[in-house]
C-alpha cells in the first residue's frame, strides 16, 4: 500500500514516521519545508517524547515527482489545504483521501478535486524541533469514516485505519466520523484560542477557574450547535478537556494556535471558533463568546500587519 | 490653594504640569519613581502632544515631606491606590481628595483614609516618555462630584473644578459623578483590554467589524449593570468610543492597558471589566463578555510568572 502524508508538519511527521515502519506501506511525504524535505530524505524522520520512531520514507517539494498512491492524509494547516491537494490531486486518481486536518470544512476542500474522501479526525500532536527531528508532545486517537457527500469505500477505510494503528497510531474506522470531528473542533476551539490570547499551556488554563468557566461558555455553544445538526458526539469534550490537562498528558502542551501567535503565523481560527460560529449563524443558534474568541484572533493576526 | 498630585504617572502629570501653570496654586507630586521625580525637581515637568505645557512644581518620593494641602487628587493605578493613600493621607487633614482613577470602588479606598472625598473621572490620556517628560495622547474632560457616603462641601468641589479649567484641563462640577464615572468605565472596559489582547490601537480596534461588535456587547453589559441601579449616563458610551476613534482623536492611541500587557505590568482589570462583573453579579445582572474579557486579561498576567 503506499500512502502520501500532503504537509509533513507536525501531525503530519507523526503519520510519516509511524506508518513509514511497516514493511507492508510506502510511505511519500509532500511539504513545501525544503529544509524539513532534505532532512528527512537525508537522515529519515525522527520523532522524540511522547513516542520514538524513525522513519525512512520518500519525501518531496516537488509534486510531479509523487507516484500513484492509495492513499493520502492531508495534514496541513487548513487555510493550505486548498493549495495542498490542488498540487497532488494528480496522485490520487484511484486513491481515497483523508483529511486529518483541525477545524470543519477541510473534506469539502478535498472533495472538490479528488473522487472518494475520508473524514478524518486526529488528537495526536507536537511540533518540529528541527528539520527532520519532531517531538511528539500528545498521543491520542484517530477516526476516520466516509465523507458523506463523497465517500471512501468502506474497505479503503478500513485499510488505512487499520494501517495506522499497526503502525502505533489508534485509529477507528467508523461508520460516522461527524461526532469525533465535532468533538475535537469543540475541544480545540474551546482551549487552543484561550491559549494564544494569554500564553498558557493547556494545562494552565485549565486550573484558571474563570478561564476553564470560559473554556466551558465556549463548548456549551459548540454543543448547541452539534445537537441543533442532531449530531450526538461521541463523548463529551469537557471530559476530553479535563483528561487531556492532567500532568501526564497536555499540561504543559502549548496549544498550535499559541505557536502560531507567538511566531506571527496565521491561525486556524476560521476553522475552529470561526466554524462553529458560521454554522451557529447558518442554524439560528447564537455564538457570542465563540464570536469574540474569533474577532480577538484575528485582531491579533492583524496587529503583525 | 495648594494641591497635591498623588501618583504621577501619566494622567497625574497632566494635572501636575497644567496646574502648576496657574499663579494661585502651589503644586506637589507624590510618586514612588524617583527617576521621574528627580527630573521634575531639576528640569520641570514636560508635556508635550496633543497639548504642550511646562511646570515647575514640588516633586517628592517622601510623602512625610509634604505640607498640609487643600486637595489631593489620586491619580496612581487602581490597585496602588490603597497604599498611595495609606503615605499620604496626613497631608489632607483638612483638605478634599479627588480620585481621578480608572475604574470602580477607588473612592472607597480613598474614603477609608481621608474624611471629604470626590469622585472624579478623566478622559485625558497619555505616557511618559522619560523622566520629566510625558506625552499628552488624548484630550478630555474631568467631572468632580461628591462621593456620596463621605462628600466634600459643594464650594470645595467647583473650586477644585475651577482651578483646572484654568489650567487648560476642562473640568465639570456635578451634583452626581456616577454617570460620567460609569460611562468611562464602560468605555474603557469595552476598548482598553481588546487593544491589550490584539496588540491594536484604539482606532484599529474600532474599524474592525467584528472587533467593533465585541466592543458594542461588552458595552451593553456595562449599560445593563448601570440601568439596575438606577443610574442614566450623560452620555451613550457608543458615541464616546466612535468620537474617540476619530485620527483626529485617540485614533492611534495604546491603551494604557496594552502599554501594561507589553510592560508585563499587572493591569486595572479588576477595576474595570471585573469591577462591572462584580457589580453584575451582585444585582444578578449576566456579563458573560466582560467575565471572559477578564478571565482573558488576569490569564495573560499569569503566564509572566
Not at 509523487?66 to 492524509?73: E, K, N, R, S
Not at 527531528?133 to 474497505?155: C, I, M, N
Not at 479535563?242 to 498550535?256: E, M, T
Amino acid at each position: 500500500m503506499r500512502i502520501c502524508i500532503v504537509g509533513c508538519g507536525a501531525v503530519g511527521s507523526l503519520f510519516a514516521a509511524n506508518l513509514a515502519g511497516l514493511d507492508d506501506v510506502e510511505v511519500w511525504a509532500f511539504d513545501l519545508n525544503r529544509a524539513h524535505v532534505d532532512a528527512i530524505n537525508k537522515n529519515g524522520l525522527q520523532l522524540t517524547g511522547a513516542g520514538e520512531a524513525h522513519g525512512r520514507l520518500h519525501a518531496t517539494s516537488d509534486a510531479a515527482e509523487l507516484p500513484q498512491c492509495d492513499f493520502g492524509i492531508v495534514a496541513t494547516k487548513a487555510m493550505h489545504a486548498e493549495a495542498a491537494i490542488t498540487m497532488t490531486a494528480h496522485a490520487f486518481r484511484d486513491g481515497a483521501v483523508a483529511s486529518v486536518m483541525n477545524g470543519i470544512g477541510n473534506e469539502e476542500t478535498i472533495a472538490a478535486q479528488v473522487e472518494r474522501v475520508i473524514r478524518g479526525t486526529t488528537f495526536p500532536a507536537g511540533k518540529i524541533l528541527e528539520p527532520g527531528v519532531v517531538q511528539w508532545d500528545v498521543k491520542g486517537d484517530t477516526s476516520l469514516g466516509p465523507f458523506e457527500p463523497q465517500p471512501a469505500r468502506a474497505d479503503e477505510i478500513a485499510a488505512l485505519a487499520d494501517a495506522c494503528t499497526r503502525a502505533g497510531m489508534p485509529t477507528h474506522a467508523v461508520a460516522d466520523a461527524r461526532p469525533a470531528q465535532w468533538r475535537k473542533v469543540i475541544f480545540n476551539s474551546a482551549t487552543n484560542p484561550i491559549g494564544a490570547l494569554t500564553g498558557l499551556t493547556h494545562g494552565r488554563v485549565c486550573e484558571d477557574k474563570a478561564l476553564r468557566a470560559l473554556v466551558s461558555g465556549l463548548v456549551n455553544e459548540g454543543k448547541a450547535v452539534v445537537a441543533e445538526q442532531g449530531i450526538v458526539l461521541d463523548m463529551d469534550p469537557e471530559e476530553l478537556i479535563d483528561r487531556s490537562s492532567q500532568p501526564d498528558q497536555a499540561y504543559g502542551h502549548k496549544a498550535s494556535m499559541l505557536q502560531d501567535i507567538e511566531a506571527r503565523r496565521p491561525t486556524e481560527i476560521d476553522y475552529l471558533n470561526g466554524g462553529i460560529a458560521r454554522f451557529g449563524r447558518d442554524l439560528g443558534v447564537p455564538t457570542p463568546l465563540n464570536d469574540a474568541v474569533t474577532a480577538l484572533i484575528k485582531g491579533a493576526e492583524n496587529s503583525w500587519i
